[in-house]
Nanobody
Framework: QVQLVESGGGSVQTGGSLRLSCAASRYTYTGFCVAWFRQAPGREREGVAAISTGLRRPYYSDSVKGRFNISQDNAENTVYLQMNSLKAEDTAMYYC??????????????????????????WGQGTQVTVSS
């Protein structure tokens, strides 16, 4: 069992930046996929980014590629999502998710937004990100 705790959400103006953190209860830096999903009101949960902690390989959705960066800190057992150039459409609840197995973190898709949430077994409670103009 892996428990995940997100932090770092908040309110920011368009063009601003936030860094989300996902702390795991036990080590995930070998052989895990850790991902960020988001869900806006009235919309389905969609994948944003993922990282293979063993291979250190990142995956992104097309909508955030070039603006968001996912990284890991093995010493802190934490995965970060650095979000830059934020837009109003980035407003959502952001969830951290994890699953064992360090390959196919994006389920074979090139765009993380196509990865079904069911690909991941462990979930955090979420942290709200609000971007306003």
């Amino acid at each position: 069992q892996v428990q995940l705790v997100e932090s770092g959400g908040g309110s920011v103006q368009t063009g601003g930046s936030l860094r989300l953190s996902c702390a795991a209860s036990r080590y995930t830096y070998t052989g895990f996929c850790v991902a960020w999903f988001r869900q806006a009101p009235g919309r389905e949960r969609e994948g944003v980014a993922a990282i293979s902690t063993g291979l250190r390989r990142p995956y992104y959705s097309d909508s955030v590629k070039g603006r968001f960066n996912i990284s890991q800190d093995n010493a802190e057992n934490t995965v970060y999502l650095q979000m830059n150039s934020l837009k109003a459409e980035d407003t959502a609840m952001y969830y951290c998710a994890a699953d064992s197995g360090s390959v196919y973190c994006a389920g074979g898709y090139s765009d993380m937004s196509q990865v079904p949430p069911s690909r991941y077994n462990y979930w955090g409670q979420g942290t709200q990100v609000t971007v306003s103009s």
